[in-house]
């Protein structure tokens, strides 16, 4: 069965910096991972999509990378705003079955 | 397009009372998902359907739990008796096929007391 970790499971920066949120899981035979962010008392927004055929995917100030063999991808935002605070999740597709991180909680303080 | 839409988006009902929470996925979309998510466990996968059919039901937690789709634009997810250990929020997703991006409707929130 899927294992997803996310690391770390809360993390506070100042305005302006750049951040690497980690995703790692322990099944490599993946169809594609996701990335989301949650706000509080809301649904899951999609950030990005990357392919198991694919290196990385970038929209924005959001760089998404996958290393498939590793068994790890990393969600990189740029210049970070208040904005950007909410809850990031990976999801792994195995298959059709998605299996998500418990998630990262960011606050990006003004 | 409308997105995935859930309905209600917040339920209060008393122990061992029926609930049933309804989604309508995007059109076009054939796959469907729902998931609950708590604060201990995260989301969970509960079930998934492929053109209606449901395909992996393993993370249905007990048998009071039942899942439907009729058709291509409904879904629903029944709890009867519901339970206080129920209390969730329940989210309906999909997808146009295997490998494309998860589509994800505000969730219903459920209290049972």
């Known amino acids: 069965k899927q294992e997803v970790t996310q690391i770390p499971a809360a993390l506070s920066v100042p305005e302006g910096e750049n951040l690497v949120l980690n995703c790692s899981f322990t099944d490599s035979a993946i169809y594609n991972l996701q990335w989301f962010r949650q706000d509080p008392g809301k649904g899951l927004t999609s950030l990005l999509l990357?392919?198991?055929?694919?290196r990385e995917q970038t929209s924005g100030r959001l760089n998404a990378s996958l290393d498939k063999s590793s068994g790890r991808s990393t969600l990189y935002i740029a210049a970070s705003q208040p904005g950007d605070s909410a809850t990031y999740l990976c999801?792994?597709?195995?298959?059709?079955?998605?299996?998500f991180g418990a998630g990262t909680r960011l606050t990006v303080k003004p | 397009d409308a997105g995935v839409i859930q309905s209600p988006r917040h339920e209060v009902t008393e122990m061992g009372q029926e609930v049933t929470l309804r989604c309508k996925p995007i059109?076009?979309?054939?796959?469907l998902f729902w998931y609950r998510q708590t604060m201990m466990r995260g989301l969970e996968l509960l079930i998934y359907?492929?053109?209606?059919?449901?395909?992996?039901d393993s993370g249905m937690p007990e048998d009071r739990f039942s899942a439907k789709m009729p058709n291509a634009s409904f879904s629903t997810l029944k709890i009867q008796p519901s339970e206080p250990r129920d209390s969730a929020v329940y989210f309906c997703?999909?997808?146009?096929?295997?490998?494309?991006?998860?589509?994800f409707g505000n969730g219903t929130r459920l209290t049972v007391t």
């Open positions: 990357i392919q198991s055929s694919q």
């Open positions: 359907f492929n053109n209606n059919v449901p395909i992996d």
């Open positions: 059109s076009g979309h054939n796959s």
């Open positions: 997703a999909s997808s146009s096929y295997t490998g494309f991006a998860l589509h």
């Open positions: 999801a792994v597709n195995n298959n059709n079955d998605m299996r």
